[in-house]
């Protein structure tokens, strides 16, 4: 569900996670992303995928397949009432669980 330009935002996220996990190196930090990166997709599809009715979802598939980022952050804040908000909660609490984990 990522857009374009929450893929830089995606990028820099996972880059101050890691490094307050105190990971240092750059190569561990490329293969630590490469490894988060797609539990983290889940997670912002699972929670966006949650607000949606079977309609809405594959307008969302349709928007996705045919690779229009703008459109589909466009259609899901106009659907998702305080959707930037729900996507920083779930940054947040990825970031929360993370740092739990690497502190176990």
């Known amino acids: 569900m990522t857009q374009e330009t929450n ?11 890691l490094l307050e996990a ?3 190196t750059e190569d ?3 293969l630590l992303k490469e490894d988060l990166r797609p539990v983290l997709q889940e997670r912002i599809t699972m ?3 949650g ?3 079977q ?7 349709e ?4 690779n229009k980022p703008e459109e589909l952050n466009q259609y899901l804040e106009d659907i998702i009432p305080d959707y930037q908000e729900k996507m920083m909660e779930v940054y947040a609490d990825f970031e929360e669980e993370y740092l739990e984990n690497m502190e176990s």
Do not use: C, G
């Open 7 to 17: 893929k830089s935002f995606q990028e820099q996220f996972l880059d101050e996670l």
């Open 22 to 24: 105190w990971f240092t």
């Open 28 to 30: 561990n930090l490329e």
């Open 47 to 49: 929670s966006v995928y």
């Open 51 to 53: 607000e949606l009715t």
């Open 55 to 61: 309609e809405q979802r594959d307008t969302v598939t």
């Open 63 to 66: 928007f996705l397949d045919h």
